[in-house]
């Protein structure tokens, strides 16, 4: 009996909160990319997996999730059991953006900030033979040529983006649903469609190599990981700004002592010199190491909600056709 007791009293406490805390991680981890392989998200995301799995000493397999602008994804999540093995990569678009769509979950109630990763410029970029260098030049020419101009909305920043130009111009364009930044940059280059705002990281290699042009960067301050790109203010449409940012999110509930365990990874991750070129590399900026505590990113995403959420609503934007 006293053996049955004492086996009984293990079991209960190797079942214990605290005692999976202590042993976390002993199998893969989940880190789901609310958006289709080949964006800028799936490209910080196996990033940061890579570093990770070193410090936690187990594999973090990224699995994509695509389909009504990130919602899906971060649904999964928001419903996955609170024990650290499933994550997201979250942003504006899925943790900010996307009460333009009817959720099931809390943005702001139902996830346990981890850490915020970085902060992303967002360039709106067009295709190589539009006939505009910058904004001023594009809009002056669709004056002259009204409901000419098509613009991708391949997520909530894009519609919001592509929302405030047509209220800063006066001018409207047509919009187009895409799934994603990669299937969407794919017809960008081949000339399919006119105008596409999306995150350097996407961008950056097919600026560089020709494929298609930038017309502004639509930040405050010209970024250190792209100094050659300038801002909408510079080229023609004072105040067209859209924030970029990445952070990790974990399902509401999770144990305080494994979200410590995922910022660590995730703090040393950042810290690393070879991560950093990356970033560098994709057009992202490793976010300040003040906001890359749990406490960080909630109060980031806080002043975000607060900033976003009345614009949206005021100017009435909904899901569009995604």
Request: proline share 7%.
């Amino acid at each position: 009996m006293n053996r049955f007791l004492a086996a009984l009293a293990l079991a209960i406490i190797a079942g214990s909160p605290a005692a999976q805390a202590q042993t976390y991680p002993s199998r893969q981890i989940t880190l789901v990319v609310p958006f289709p392989p080949g964006g800028s998200t799936d490209a910080a995301a196996r990033i940061m997996a890579e570093r990770m799995r070193v410090s936690l000493g187990q594999p973090v397999i990224v699995e994509n999730i695509g389909g009504a602008g990130g919602s899906i994804g971060v649904g999964r999540v928001a419903r996955a059991a609170p024990d650290g093995y499933t994550f997201d990569i979250g942003q504006w678009d899925t943790h900010v953006g996307s009460i333009i769509y009817k959720l099931d979950y809390d943005l702001a109630r139902d996830f346990e900030p981890i850490a915020l990763i970085s902060n992303n410029p967002q360039l709106m970029v067009a295709k190589k033979d539009l006939p505009a260098d910058n904004l001023k030049d594009l809009v002056e020419w669709m004056k002259a040529n009204p409901d000419k101009i098509n613009f991708v909305n391949q997520n909530a920043a894009a519609n919001v983006s592509g929302v405030l130009f047509e209220n800063l111009t006066k001018q409207k364009v047509q919009f187009i649903p895409y799934r994603g930044a990669g299937p969407a940059m794919t017809d960008l280059i081949s000339g399919t469609v006119d105008l596409l705002v999306v995150q350097g990281a996407v961008a950056l290699p097919q600026i560089r190599g020709g494929k298609i042009k930038a017309l502004a960067n639509l930040s405050p301050q010209r970024s250190a990981s792209m100094p050659d790109i300038p801002t909408a203010d510079e080229t023609g449409v004072p105040g067209l700004y859209m924030s970029g940012w990445f952070g990790f999110f974990a399902p509401k509930g999770t144990p305080k002592d494994i979200i410590a365990r995922l910022n660590a990874a995730t703090v040393e991750a950042l810290a690393d010199p070879a991560v950093q070129k990356r970033f560098t590399e994709f057009g992202l900026d490793v976010a300040p190491r003040a906001q890359q505590t749990p406490e960080g990113l909630a109060a980031f995403q806080k002043a975000e909600i607060d900033k976003w959420w009345p614009i949206i609503k005021d100017a009435g934007i909904g899901a569009q056709a995604q």
